[in-house]
């Protein structure tokens, strides 16, 4: 019997992801909402994520015989409960103190991955002790050799079955309400963020308990009691946005288990991916926060899981904002999907149980849906699609 069986409850009060996201922006100081909420420049690709997502259309069978529904998805040799999962996301404790465990445990009792950034603020260690070695880890490219096989042995030792290296980021991307708010990598604590931070007492009061947001992962490399500027310049010294081959194969040859690439927008990259020997790759823009002139996800996803979806396991991220999304996403060739905002969105609105009540409504909007067209087999929404232009 597995430990993780979770029942699926939701509070009603919260039944859409824009009502967490409400709720949330209520209880988080501005810069730090900002940050979790916004794109990059003009805010373009963002909101066309969504947008085009929901151009797709299904269609329903109403006079088909109909037994059962799963949402059951087996990838990497594991069976989730569900098709979606926890993007990586760094600074979950800046935007809700606590949050990557919250969100760790709540994916664990609900058998779907969590991702865990190295730029989080819990480190790999305690996470996996949360999800029994369940959680995938993100890999931000280390400028240093040694530190890059420092943190894949420690992912490695902590039973981390998936590791996920990201290509999307080569610059930081330019993002006007962060600049405004002076939140730079690492945040800067001006008056003005700190007459936000009194007027959001559940955050500030969770912020003392649990403690200033910190880098765990990263700690071990990290010299003590740096300022904020000399953070800064330690995270621009130790990472190398950068991806490229000659990065990617020593990853590939030192990790036993599933490597993923995550960032991938385009034919060109999803066909190295597979010369490269990598098992899955992410369709994603980053949450529509690096490059506004670009597509959004669902039409690079449509044309990579057309061509290669035989060859690598084929997911995607970016946009994804309800049931209905889930459905969109894997009807049109996702085998699995992420969110990132919409976790964050539903802890920072509801605390502890914001993990327990964003994956049971989105379970619960997936499962009506399945219902409702008919479709028995995650595997068989693509039958369902009507079009995506
Ligand atoms: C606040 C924030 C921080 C993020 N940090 C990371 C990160 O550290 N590593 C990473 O691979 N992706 C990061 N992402 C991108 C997410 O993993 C994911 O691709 C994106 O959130 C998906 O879009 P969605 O928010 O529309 O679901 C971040 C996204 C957000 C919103």
Partial sequence: MAKNKKEIRYDSRYPSIEDLRTRAQKRIPRFAFEYLDGGCN???????????????????????????????????????????????????????????????????????????????????????ELTEGQAWFQLYHPTETSVRDDIIKRAEAAGCPVLVILCDVPTFGFRPRDIRNGLAMPPKMSITNMLQILGKPQWAYNTLRYGQPNFETLRPYMPKNLNLKQLGKFMDQTFSGRL???????????????????????????????????????????????????????????????????????????????????????????????????????????????????????????QQVMEQICCEDVKDFPRHLISNS
């Fill in 42 to 128: 003009e805010d373009i690709n963002l909101d066309k994520n969504t947008s085009d997502i929901r151009k797709v259309e299904l269609l329903p069978y109403y006079l088909t015989s109909h037994t059962e529904s799963k949402m059951k998805t087996e990838l990497f040799g594991h069976t989730y409960d569900a098709p979606f999962g926890i993007a990586p996301v760094g600074l979950q404790g800046l935007m809700w103190p606590n949050s990557p465990e919250v969100l760790a445990k709540a994916a664990f009792e609900h058998n779907i991955p969590f991702i865990l950034s190295t730029v989080s603020t819990s480190s790999i260690e305690r996470i996996s």
């Fill in 244 to 366: 490229n081959e000659e990065r990617i194969r020593p990853i590939r040859d030192m990790w036993k288990g599933k490597l993923v690439l995550k960032g991938v927008a385009n034919e060109s990259d999803a066909e190295k991916a597979i010369e490269l020997g990598l098992d899955g790759i992410i369709v994603s823009n980053h949450g529509g926060r690096q490059l506004d002139a670009g597509e959004s996800t669902i039409r690079p996803l449509t044309r990579i899981a057309k061509d290669y979806g035989d060859k690598i396991r084929v997911m995607m991220d970016s946009g994804l904002r309800s049931g209905p999304d889930i459905a969109r996403t894997i009807a049109s060739g996702a085998e699995f999907t992420f969110m990132g905002r919409s976790f964050m969105y539903g802890v920072a609105a509801l605390g502890k149980k914001g993990g327990d009540h964003t994956i049971s409504l989105l379970k619960t909007q997936l």
